[in-house]
């Protein structure tokens, strides 16, 4: 298993531009997890980002420390403290240590997206996580699942990914979890919620929702788990990356 990430066990000899990443950018519910873990048993040693978390584990931090989440300046001061670190090959042995404790539960929940919500647009809290994001690149290399690694984050990155899919079949595989999880839902306010959310990120005036120019686009609409990973494999061969 790769070793879990965290900027703060390495040197920054270890770090730098030389070290080659490849992103996986797109919006909820296209597969980036399932393709990020892949790429983390593909690229035995490569670290692994989930730039989405750190925005839900800051807004926990702070919450859990009595601070208005509207007061960004007091949200940021925080990042740069906090120990994090992703382990796990797959969505069953996933977790997310915060200062060496278990978050991940909580971390997933939906009231903590919700608070990820009030912080995630404010530009202080965006310029504090955007260098403990860049922290994550260590040798051998590292693979960075989110929504903006690839434009704004990582944009000399070796391999970029955008993967996409139709709102109807994100909503779909959204409500097969919630049903998973006893979660009762139906697919129509889930497929407008998409809709909305897509419309928001993609028009936002900070890092929009959008493919980089030179990114690889893998639409996951139709496509079972292994049809997808053999796009991304055929990407690997292609960026001589496998």
Known sequence: MARPSTPQDSGLTHRGPATPVVTVDGPSGVGKGLVTRWL???????HRLDSGALYRILALAAH??????????????????????????????EAILVGGEDWTHDVRKE?????????????????????????????????????DMGTIVFP??????????????????????????????????LCEEIRARDERDRNRAIAPLKPADDAEVVDTTGLSPQDVLSKVEALLQRHRLA
Request: net charge positive.
């Open 111 to 147: 009231s903590t997206g919700a608070l990820a919500s009030l912080i995630a647009a404010a530009p202080a809290v965006r310029a504090a996580l955007l260098q403990r994001q860049k922290d994550f690149r260590r040798a051998p290399g590292l693979i960075a699942d989110g929504r």
């Open 40 to 46: 983390a048993q593909r690229l035995p040693g490569w």
């Open 64 to 93: 859990r420390r009595g601070i208005d989440l509207h007061d960004a300046g007091a949200v940021a001061a925080l990042a740069p403290a906090l120990d994090i670190r992703f382990a796990g090959m797959t969505e069953d042995d």
């Open 156 to 189: 000399d990155a070796v391999l970029k990914i955008f993967m996409d899919a139709s709102p109807e079949e994100r909503a779909l595989r959204r409500l097969k979890q919630l049903s998973e999880k006893g979660i009762k839902a139906t697919l129509a306010p």
